[in-house]
């Protein structure tokens, strides 16, 4: 099989983010009823098929009027003297009146009804004082008014919403609630959105047993299966757990065969470095194409990928925070691409640090487990420091070790730092997942970077913040 790389030189987290998104495609499209498509992505173009809404209507409960009327009261409206007018009717949401509103008439109106012919004001209840309510007639014979209204308050124009025809929604965007409700106002009962990518999860490890197992010597349960299952969800797949394998090649293309008939995307875990009985590489070696094994990064330089048929397969470490850090870094951008979503990058919070960091690897990118905060003694109100993660960075170490795809970037600034600090976790070994799941952020130090001081100023990717929202 074909090595398009030198996949025994380690690459780089931008190159192999790039190469990870050049080797998805965007999975094909489904249609799904409205009600099941809160948080999908759009694969259509979604216009309005009428005005929304269809006709002029009010906006308050009032009294529909013609303003002409108020114009030529003489005197002017005033408390003293009261523009008085009959009333002809009601009408609320959901009927239509029939008549014209001629001069001298007040219609009584409810929120969404029609505006009737004729009207082109509507005057609030509140502003207004109504007369000759009785029991025949609790609606009151007239009304009286007390100012001059602004020519066509409270009055919804038809079309407002949207004009038959006008794109409201494109492919790619995210079924928002309000994009649900636009979806419905236009009429459609089913829509058009990627499919979430089916994502086989294979842990690795002859040391690994069933979580409903109390391990014995020299094992551990297998928690990877789990995070990364959750991560996938997160990311928008559908998870599928599949049973974990030893540590022999044999388990490992016998795995790997199957599973490649089965989904879009293969994510394993454990195996991945070059121990002995590490045997994701010579796996993918035999059955596809490899395009790299090492990742400048830490924690987890042991990030694998490759191709089978047309599947990704991504060898993911096994050190649960190793794991973890290689799925939000490159696995999780490329989920995300073939499932239609366009932003791939986190926000990225500029933030000052609370510590030292003395330990950083010579030549690796470092992806530190940490807690970012707003400072509240007032300094820090406002979102000053949270931009999207793109290399327009402002100070030393904030720049281009924003994590994401490459291809997705545009560049929308970096924050200032003012108003947020940042606080790695103690332990950073990748072994621990408490560590990460107390953190908000993987704070990043360029790979060739001297240790950091407490006060020195660093970027955050916001793993509590969804990619493309600032
Ligand atoms: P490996 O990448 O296979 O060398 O594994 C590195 C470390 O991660 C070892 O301590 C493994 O026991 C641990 N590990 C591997 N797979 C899992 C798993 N599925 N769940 C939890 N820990 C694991
Ligand atoms: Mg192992």
Do not use: W
Request: include cysteine; charged fraction near 20%.
């Amino acid at each position: 099989m074909s090595e398009r790389y030198c996949n025994d030189s380690i690459i780089g987290v931008e190159d192999a983010q790039e190469l990870l998104l050049a080797h998805v495609s965007l999975l094909d499209a489904e249609k799904v009823a409205l009600g099941a498509s809160f948080g999908r992505i759009l694969a259509q173009e979604v216009r309005s098929d009428i005005d929304i809404s269809p006709f002029d209507n009010s906006a308050m409960d009032g009294f529909a009027v013609c303003h002409a009327d108020f114009v030529a009261a003489r005197p002017a409206p005033s408390r003293e003297h009261p523009l008085e007018l009959p009333i002809i009717g009601r009408l609320g949401a959901g009927s239509v009146f029939d008549g014209e509103l001629t001069g001298g008439q007040a219609l009584r109106i409810m929120t969404g009804a029609p505006l009737p012919r004729g009207a082109d004001t509507v005057v609030k209840i509140e502003e207004t004082e109504v007369i000759g309510e009785s029991d025949e007639c609790p609606e009151g014979t007239n009304v009286r008014f007390f100012t001059i209204p602004v020519l066509g308050e409270h009055v919804r124009p038809r079309g407002e919403e949207a004009r038959k025809g006008e794109v409201l929604l494109h492919a790619g965007d995210r079924i928002s609630p309000a994009a649900a409700g636009l979806l419905a106002s236009t009429g459609n009962a089913e829509v058009l959105v990627y499919r979430r990518a089916r994502v086989g999860i294979i842990s690795s490890g002859s040391e690994l047993v069933a979580i409903s197992e109390i391990p014995g010597p020299g094992q551990i349960r297998n928690s990877n299966s789990y995070s990364l299952a959750a991560q996938v969800a997160e990311a928008g797949g559908e998870p599928v757990i599949l049973p974990a394998i030893t540590d022999t090649r044999e388990a490992f293309i016998g795995a790997l065969q199957a599973a490649v008939a089965q989904f879009d995307f293969i994510i394993t875990s454990g195996g991945a470095a070059e121990g002995d009985f590490d045997f994701v590489t010579p796996a993918i070696r035999e059955l596809g194409e490899l395009f790299y094994n090492k990742v400048n990064m830490k924690p987890g330089k042991a990030q694998t990928f490759g191709i089978i048929g047309s599947v990704p397969i991504f060898g993911l470490p096994g050190n649960p925070a190793a794991a973890a850090v290689g799925f939000e870094v490159l696995v999780r951008p490329a989920l995300r691409r073939m499932q239609g979503m366009r932003a791939l990058k986190r926000p990225v919070t500029r933030a000052v640090l609370t510590t030292d960091i003395k330990k950083v690897p010579e030549t690796r990118r470092f992806y530190l487990r940490a807690r970012v905060e707003r400072v509240t003694d007032g300094a820090g109100e406002g979102a000053a420091g949270v931009g999207a993660a793109a290399g327009t960075a402002a100070g030393a170490n904030a720049g281009a070790a924003a994590g994401g795809g490459a291809a997705s970037a545009s560049a929308a600034g970096v924050g200032t730092a003012a108003g947020y600090r940042v606080t790695p976790a103690p332990n950073q070994s990748s072994a621990l997942l408490g560590a990460l799941n107390n953190a908000n952020c993987l704070l990043v130090v360029p790979e060739g970077l001297k240790p950091l001081a407490a006060g020195d100023t660093v970027a955050c990717l916001r793993l509590d913040m969804e990619e493309g929202v600032v």
